[in-house]
């Protein structure tokens, strides 16, 4: 028997929905069609790989993959022939009702070595709408024996037809606390809250920027932010500009950057992250905001919450003509829009 690879343990946040989809495999009464979601990166894949190998395992051991059977060294070898993995194809950024098309004719019949049959799609949110309506068919009327794992970060895209058909499974948020205590055991380093919001609460691109030291790059963005608001606050127009100037510059230095742990899309969410923030902190002044500067939480002067509301339409469409339009010039349209918008604010 060929040496077997130690799997890595789940993740903690993944252990109880693992186990109570272990139980249900057990029970036979596991649904033939899963629909894993979470908010941000949590993991899903790591989840789905081990559910998969489990309902193709012929020798579980307490809710676990043997890893010696036939199926888990075909696994192991990523040549199991009754596994199938959908996701957008490379320079593509849909899946096609070609590759449904081709994966509803795989699932006919019978496994070619193991009754059970599992199909993973990744970003099932992705698909075209003629794709989506091809599935749809397969999930109503679902061969024997065929398990569909779907995954998506995004669960208000999903077609609803396809959610009614499915069970749909949360992968919650750690609690803040218990996940910033969680990243410093792994890594061996510490990490603030702030820190962890700029990364979008991922704890997974966390664990990747404290191995590699990627919070030295963030560091000057999440300066520049507070020093913006700051400004903001104090109705220092020429301050409040030059710092609008300085973020974008950061942001620009770290998208550059080959080693960049965020991407432009997700600054600019940072940016919207830090506006509802500001926001919370002038509407609700008794709350506590560790992630702010203390004095953005005095709620004096208030921002004018109509400009706020602005600064997120006005951000949100620049994602989209970024995403749209590879060629525009990103660093100057965050400008514009910084500058505008906090002339705005700080003239109201």
């Known amino acids: 028997m060929s040496e077997i690879k130690t799997q890595q343990s789940l993740y903690p946040w993944l252990v109880k929905p693992y186990l109570s989809l272990a139980k249900d495999l057990s029970d036979n009464r596991l649904h033939h069609a899963l629909l894993f979601h979470s908010s941000v990166s949590l993991g899903k894949a790591q989840l789905l790989e081990r559910l998969v190998k489990l309902i193709h395992c012929t020798q579980i051991n307490e809710h676990k993959a043997c890893g010696q059977c036939q199926d888990c060294q075909l696994h192991a070898s990523n040549t199991h022939s ?7 194809l490379d320079n593509k ?8 098309r081709t994966l509803s004719q795989k699932v006919i019949g019978t496994g070619l070595v193991n009754k059970r049959r599992v199909v993973v799609i990744d970003g099932v949110e992705s698909m075209t709408e003629s794709a989506q309506n091809a ?7 679902p061969p024997l024996h065929v398990y569909f794992l779907l995954s998506t970060s995004k669960l208000a895209q999903v077609s609803a037809t396809i959610l009614s058909r499915c069970f749909k499974m949360a992968i919650n948020q750690p609690e803040r606390a218990k996940l910033l205590k969680w990243l410093e055991r792994k890594s061996g380093k510490s990490i603030t809250s702030d820190q962890l919001s700029l990364l979008g609460d991922s704890p997974l ?15 000057p963005m999440l300066s520049r932010s507070n020093a913006l608001y700051l400004a903001w606050q104090n109705r220092q127009l020429e301050q409040a500009c030059s710092e609008a100037i300085n973020l974008a510059q950061e942001i620009e230095k770290l998208t ?3 080693s960049n742990p965020v991407a432009l899309d997700e600054c600019l969410m940072m940016i919207i992250r830090f506006n509802h923030w500001a926001a919370k902190g002038q509407l ?23 400009c706020l509301t602005d600064f997120d339409r006005k951000m949100n469409q620049l994602r989209h003509q970024l995403a749209d339009n590879t060629g525009l010039n990103g660093l100057m349209q965050l400008r514009n829009v910084l500058i505008e918008i906090t002339e705005r604010i700080i003239g109201h």
């Open 82 to 88: 009754d596994f199938y993995h959908i996701a957008c």
């Open 93 to 100: 950024s849909q899946i096609s009702i070609e590759q449904i």
């Open 135 to 141: 599935l749809l068919k397969i999930l109503e009327e």
């Open 205 to 219: 691109k966390a664990i990747e920027a404290l191995d590699s030291d990627q919070f030295l790059l963030i560091e």
């Open 256 to 258: 550059s950057h080959k």
């Open 284 to 306: 609700l002044t008794g709350t506590t905001n560790t992630v702010l500067a203390p004095a953005l939480q005095t709620g004096m002067n208030k921002i004018d919450t109509v």
